[in-house]
């Protein structure tokens, strides 16, 4: 079969199995996985994988060994019965080999009564499918699987190798999932996750950071609360002086290709705070969590500084606070930003390749959050995201635009084999 014949059968076996597409993404919405709780939806990915025929390798990461790494990210928990699940379709290795990943993982749901529709029902209406997982990033996982499947389907088989990679961890750093099958082995010549990036081709990202911050007060009884120091007033001082420096840091730092989509190159979010443990005690301790981006150019030691001198400038203004110092610890998310050179052949291919389903060359963008592709740098792999269109991904009514998932499918299914060649 010429190749031009073999890409007209793929993309009509695509076409073929759209139904079947949704139905799929349903089935795994339908699996609550939490990161740390990914083990169900894994096992479903696994029969996925094995029912392609293809060499499945089911692990769960080697803290041992991932800690070892300069990108490892360390998270609280174990990996047992947390399996990353790996599907291989073997090639000649005179062909370039082509890595398909995504992550199983979600984010927490809550507050469900945001929510007009069930988070984990995989409820469609008006060309969307809602659910929590479903454009950030189970449709882009089952789009991977069903663009092999539907090569495979129509008899035709890759020349090189087709890796398809069902990872846990992505939410909280990927060390136990991307960057363990990496260490594992599991290389190729390029690396493409389809994460929702709106059918735009994402090459580089912001650094992250994660921090916490804690002050201290004096407890007192509510009929005393005079006599106490509350933590939740002091802590206020430090809350306003993060969302200041946030909007200075909006207004200083620049990157253009992150400003494209987001309107903005870098974020500051205050997204925990905790503080007391009774109504009738005044709060003794308060607690905030954080997560700073950087841009290009920033080195994450500067960003730490910077973060740093805010806190202990606004502590010093209040008398309480200068004598009980806030204490900062810097945990979980650390990564510095991440760039791939877009003159890459393997990224000038796919731009190519991907045209003509899409009419048009698909617009190149930055993203201002992380993402596992980073992890490519470390292994000689050119890496890049393209996904589907959809809105609300860690926030309430999740959805990913049906129409896009279909397209996508198709995207890859023909990129396959670009890349790879076709028997």
């Not at 993404?25 to 996985?33: D, E, G, K, N, T």
């Not at 407890?219 to 206020?236: D, E, F, P, Q, Y």
């Not at 110092?325 to 979980?332: A, K, L, N, S």
Request: charged residues 25%; aromatic residues 8%; negative net charge.
């Amino acid at each position: 079969m010429e190749k031009k014949e073999a890409l007209k059968s793929a993309l009509k076996e695509v076409e073929a199995q759209e139904e079947e597409l949704v139905h799929t993404v349903q089935q795994l919405l339908r699996i609550p996985s939490l990161t740390a709780q990914e083990t169900e939806a894994q096992r479903f990915m696994e029969s996925k994988y094995r029912t392609l025929g293809l060499e499945v390798d089911t692990f769960s990461a080697d803290p041992e060994v991932i800690k070892r790494h300069p990108a490892y990210i360390k998270i609280p928990g174990t990996y047992e019965e947390r399996p990353n699940v790996v599907g291989t379709l073997r090639g000649s290795e005179q062909f370039p080999s082509l890595i398909l990943n995504g992550h199983v993982d979600v984010v927490s749901p809550e507050p469900l009564d945001q929510w007009t529709v069930n988070p984990w029902g995989g409820e469609i209406k008006d060309g969307k499918l809602y659910g929590r997982g479903s454009v950030d990033m189970k449709s882009g996982l089952i789009a991977n699987l069903f663009a092999l499947k539907a090569i495979l389907d129509s008899g035709i088989k890759p020349k090189g190798t087709v890796i398809l990679e069902s990872v846990i961890e992505e939410e909280a750093g990927g060390s136990g999932g991307t960057l363990a099958c990496f260490l594992k082995g599991y290389k190729a010549s390029g690396m493409l996750i389809p994460e929702p990036t709106q059918m735009a081709v994402v090459v580089c990202h912001p650094g992250i950071k994660y921090f916490r911050v804690r002050v201290v007060g004096k407890t007192a009884h509510a009929a005393l609360s005079h006599t106490g120091v509350n933590a939740i007033g002091k802590m206020n001082k430090i809350y306003d002086a993060l969302v200041d420096l946030d909007k200075k840091r909006a207004a200083e730092r620049h990157h253009p290709m992150m400003e494209q989509r987001a309107g903005r190159s870098c974020n500051l979010n205050i997204g925990t705070y905790s503080a007391g443990d009774w109504a009738s005690t005044v709060a003794g301790m308060a607690k905030m969590e954080c997560r700073v981006g950087f841009v290009p150019g920033e080195k994450g030691t500067e960003v730490m500084r910077e973060v740093e001198e805010t806190i202990h400038r606004a502590a010093r203004k209040d008398p309480w606070l200068r004598e009980h110092p806030p204490v900062i610890e810097w945990y979980g998310w650390d990564t510095e930003p991440w760039t791939q050179d877009e003159k890459d052949p393997f990224i000038q291919a796919f731009l190519k390749s991907s045209a003509p389903v899409l009419g048009k060359s698909p617009e190149i963008v930055g993203s201002t959050g992380g993402l596992d592709t980073r992890f490519g740098s470390y292994f000689d792999t050119p890496s890049f995201s393209f996904g589907p269109s959809g809105a609300s991904y860690h926030g309430a009514d999740e959805y990913v635009e049906i129409e896009s998932v279909k397209t996508l499918t198709r995207v890859i299914a023909k990129f396959i084999l670009d890349w790879c060649g076709c028997e």
